[in-house]
């Protein structure tokens, strides 16, 4: 029973972490901005002339080795599975996305789709964070920093995005709208997906028959 349930959790992790990638992706395609992070693969990718996912796979190679040699504690088996595989599904969902030509709508259609890719990274990360198989590495670099300065997360948290962002619009990333749109609505939105996201979880890996076991002991009880 063990084994299968870490073999579910490991499917919904993969599962939410393709979803959070391929809205990545589809920010990227908008080419109005993206996220801090996303800013910096950006920048990291038009610098070294390779492709997002590759960028992507270099900053969390480096930022794993970092992670090992300080607080290899932080790690889990969804930091390994994050460093191999976000960079392959970024690039998948650059290259079916850019078929639609998305860059070329008005200013207002991206924007809304920029919204809706906030959205659809909170679905994803409700999803991979119930799963408890652990996170990306750049989640867990403000948590070592954190656990070593006693500082505040969210003042370690904002530091790193602007360290991001800066470093990624000077390597050639893009800034704008869409930036913009991602800093305001991603927080709200994973707030409000958080909680459905542990019902999926905890529904699939107990099992209908088990809440149904349930309900009906609580309806006999009553």
Known sequence: MNQKKLFIRLILFFLGMSIIQFGVGL???TNIGSDPFTVFTQGLSNLLNITPGIA????????????VLVDRKKINIGTFISLIGVGYVIDLAIDIFSRFNIQDHNMFVKALIVVLVQLIIAVGFSILSAS??????????????KDKTQFQYRWIRMSLDATYLIGGYLLGGIV?????????TLGPFI???LPYGEKIVGFLLSGQNDIVKKEKMEEIEA
């Open 27 to 29: 920010s990227i395609v």
């Open 191 to 193: 707030q409000v997906c």
């Open 132 to 145: 408890n198989l652990g996170v990306a590495p750049n989640d867990i670099v403000p948590f070592i920093i």
């Open 56 to 67: 992507n796979r270099c900053i969390l190679f480096v930022l794993t080795i970092g992670i």
């Open 176 to 184: 704008g709208l869409g930036t913009v749109i991602s800093m305001l």
